[in-house]
């Protein structure tokens, strides 16, 4: 497996220093270079690209900016001289943080969990009728098997997201974005930043609270509308 990869950073140093690392990977392509996220775009538009190694601090617009203002991105592995925008990294769900200056080792570390998180959000197609009422994740060095019907809801926690079935827990590293895209839409919606609900487990919605058994959620006002809309649908009896 190749993995395509743009480095966008002001300081031409830290680009070689990247420049090296990503030959000496071996499952790493670069496809290009950019001084700043502005002329990152033009990259992204020109080549499918996998991961961007990401600078923080740079002239017009920072690292942090650029991944809340973009609507959809590759992985991103952060790579900056400023450790206090950390949790804003993680926040942003990306791929890992590196604090200049860092190690190849370490440098590693970061793109094998890349390529890790690229192989979980990109299975093999599978037949339909083989993945009709479940799907596998990889959770504590397991592979273990989840059926949609015992699936109740889904909760973010930084980069990994936890699956509260109806009899246990499982901690996956995946993103809500990477699940949510392989889950059937007809059976899971997003209904908050942080969490995505099986349709059928609901009871009740109170304001803006939803109940699935003996569990309560909040629905984020920006997603109420299109919430209550595919729960209820046409099904709402009226006097």
Same mark, same amino acid.
């Given at each position: 497996?190749?993995?395509?990869?743009?480095?966008?950073?002001?300081?031409? =140093?830290?680009?070689?220093?990247?420049?090296?690392?990503?030959?000496?990977?071996?499952?790493?392509?670069?496809?290009?270079?950019?001084?700043?996220?502005?002329?990152?775009? &033009?990259?992204?538009?020109?080549?499918?690209?996998?991961?961007?190694?990401?600078?923080?601090?740079?002239?017009?617009?920072?690292?942090?900016?650029?991944?809340?203002?973009?609507?959809?991105?590759?992985?991103?592995?952060?790579? &900056?001289?400023?450790?206090?925008?950390? =949790?804003?990294?993680?926040?942003?769900?990306?791929?890992?943080?590196?604090?200049?200056?860092?190690?190849?080792?370490?440098?590693?570390?970061? +793109?094998?969990?890349?390529?890790?998180?690229?192989?979980?959000?990109?299975?093999?197609? =599978?037949?339909?009728?083989?993945?009709?009422?479940?799907?596998?994740?990889? +959770?504590?060095?397991?592979?273990?098997?989840?059926?949609?019907?015992?699936?109740?809801?889904?909760?973010?926690?930084?980069?990994?997201?936890?699956?509260? &079935?109806?009899?246990?827990?499982?901690?996956?590293?995946? &993103?809500?974005?990477?699940? =949510?895209?392989?889950?059937?839409?007809?059976?899971?919606?997003?209904?908050?930043?942080?969490?995505?609900?099986?349709?059928?487990?609901?009871?009740?919605?109170?304001?803006?609270?939803?109940?699935?058994?003996?569990?309560?959620?909040?629905?984020?006002?920006?997603?109420?509308?299109?919430?209550?809309?595919?729960?209820?649908?046409?099904?709402?009896?009226?006097?």
């Amino acid at each position: 497996m190749t993995l395509n990869c743009i480095i966008v950073d002001d300081e031409p =140093l830290a680009r070689k220093v990247l420049r090296e690392y990503v030959e000496d990977a071996g499952f790493l392509s670069l496809a290009g270079e950019a001084e700043n996220p502005l002329k990152a775009r &033009t990259l992204l538009d020109a080549h499918p690209i996998d991961i961007i190694f990401l600078d923080i601090n740079m002239p017009k617009l920072s690292g942090i900016e650029f991944l809340r203002s973009a609507k959809s991105l590759p992985m991103v592995i952060l790579t &900056t001289a400023y450790a206090e925008y950390a =949790l804003d990294g993680f926040e942003l769900e990306v791929i890992d943080y590196l604090v200049k200056p860092f190690a190849f080792e370490r440098f590693l570390k970061a +793109c094998n969990k890349a390529k890790e998180y690229h192989a979980l959000s990109h299975p093999p197609a =599978l037949p339909v009728e083989a993945a009709a009422d479940h799907f596998f994740v990889k +959770c504590d060095g397991r592979i273990e098997k989840v059926l949609y019907s015992d699936l109740v809801y889904i909760e973010a926690m930084l980069n990994y997201v936890v699956l509260h &079935t109806q009899s246990r827990k499982l901690i996956v590293y995946l &993103t809500m974005k990477g699940i =949510l895209e392989q889950l059937p839409e007809a059976l899971f919606l997003k209904v908050h930043k942080s969490y995505i609900i099986n349709r059928s487990k609901v009871k009740s919605i109170e304001g803006n609270t939803l109940r699935l058994d003996a569990t309560e959620l909040p629905i984020s006002q920006q997603y109420y509308d299109k919430v209550v809309e595919a729960i209820v649908k046409d099904r709402l009896l009226r006097r």
